[in-house]
């Protein structure tokens, strides 16, 4: 690890001097790639194996870079290196060697080149280590938001074959979960369309926590925004869920806070509410949707749309530009098919290269039916101050 003294004295006297300051600070790179020196405190962590390869588990640190590349340096140092837990263990194993990293300032995404070596991680432990990588990378809002890997040149993928692009809200804290007690899912959510005046589905790849509802994981993936450049956001960052989503008698109630009244980039109300009802109605067992405003069914604040009872399925507000969703290759836009999560779990074992050559070899038939399948990858996580 690069922390040399005069970089640890900094950072004390900067702890120091900063006295009583709430919190940590939130890392933020301005236009010329420098961090914001006001995010150097032990609220960051790096995340490591425990010995039993069951969880991973977060450790505080100081980070003391001052560019977004040699932060990504830092931090895979310490990914690398072990630690003073003898009951925890380095995350990358020590004959797994990152050949490269690439960093786009525009889409905030970090791609890393392992060797060969990495093919030799178990399963199971090599599930957990994508987990720690990514959290450990991608905590620093603002600085890197997207992780792709690649092994020996060739991008890791999910089992479909499309290429996996890794984010913070795919591993979700579960404390001590076992790997195995984990779901995954292709899901379909609605976000607006350029214009913002009708939804498009964005088909989303999940994995989740069984403890975790299918319909939460739908909601607060929508919550999270779309994969897609050319799709926007139905709600405000600022949305909260209440509670758990529950369904009775395929109605499912939601529970938002007020902010989910409010409108993103003059869209029309009904985007807002049927983003939510349509994505939701996607699983067969929900016919309608109850939203709810902290607590209660009100009104709302639109007289197009009242949400003082359930709402049912509305197709006339989806654009189908050829009956095929975006198809999410990368954060950049393009083709997409939307591979990012929601809120907790293990995916199969990536196939890598040999997996990428068998799925190219499929039929232009099986391909298509693909694409029309309809987010979260949350691994086992023990956050020891999370």
Request: aromatic share 6%; charged share 25%.
């Amino acid at each position: 690890m690069r922390k040399g003294i005069f970089g640890l004295i900094f950072c004390l006297l900067f702890l120091c001097l900063s006295g009583c300051r709430d919190g940590g600070g939130i890392a933020q790179e301005n236009t010329s790639g420098i961090v914001d020196k006001s995010v150097v405190d032990t609220t960051y962590k790096v995340y490591y194996l425990n010995n039993d390869n069951i969880h991973i588990e977060g450790v505080s640190a100081i980070y003391t870079s001052e560019t977004a590349m040699e932060l990504m340096e830092e931090c895979l140092e310490s990914l690398k290196a072990d630690p003073e837990d003898e009951n925890l263990k380095a995350t990358i194993p020590e004959d797994v060697e990152v050949l490269d990293q690439v960093y786009d300032e525009v889409t905030k995404q970090v791609d890393l080149y392992f060797n060969s070596a990495y093919r030799n991680i178990p399963k199971n432990q090599e599930i957990l280590v994508r987990a720690a990588i990514v959290k450990t990378l991608t905590q620093f809002d603002g600085v890197i938001d997207y992780v792709q890997f690649f092994i020996d040149g060739t991008a890791m993928t999910e089992s479909d074959g499309q290429p996996m692009i890794m984010m913070q809200s795919d591993f979700v804290d579960n404390t001590r979960a076992d790997v195995k007690r984990l779901n995954q899912e292709t899901i379909r959510l609605y976000f607006a369309s350029s214009d913002g005046t009708k939804l498009v589905a964005e088909d989303i790849y999940v994995h989740y926590s069984k403890n975790v509802s299918l319909e939460r994981v739908i909601v607060e993936s929508l919550i999270s925004g779309p994969i897609s450049e050319n799709l926007n956001p139905t709600m405000s960052s600022d949305v909260k869920l209440y509670d758990d989503v529950s369904v009775t008698d395929g109605t499912c109630s939601v529970d938002f806070n007020q902010r989910f009244l409010d409108r993103i980039k003059d869209q029309s109300f009904a985007i807002n509410v049927y983003s939510v009802v349509n994505s939701l109605t996607e699983l067969d067992y929900i016919q309608q949707v109850q939203i709810k405003i902290d607590g209660k069914i009100v009104e709302g604040n639109d007289e197009t749309i009242s949400l003082a009872q359930p709402l049912s399925r509305n197709e006339d507000l989806i654009v189908r530009p050829s009956d095929t969703p975006p198809v999410v290759e990368s954060s950049t836009g393009g083709a997409e098919q939307t591979e990012v999560t929601a809120d907790t779990a293990v995916p199969e074992q990536t196939e890598m290269s040999d997996m990428a050559e068998s799925d190219t070899a499929q039929t232009e038939s099986e391909a298509a039916e693909q694409t029309q399948v309809p987010d979260s990858v949350s691994e086992t996580v023990n956050d020891s101050a999370a």
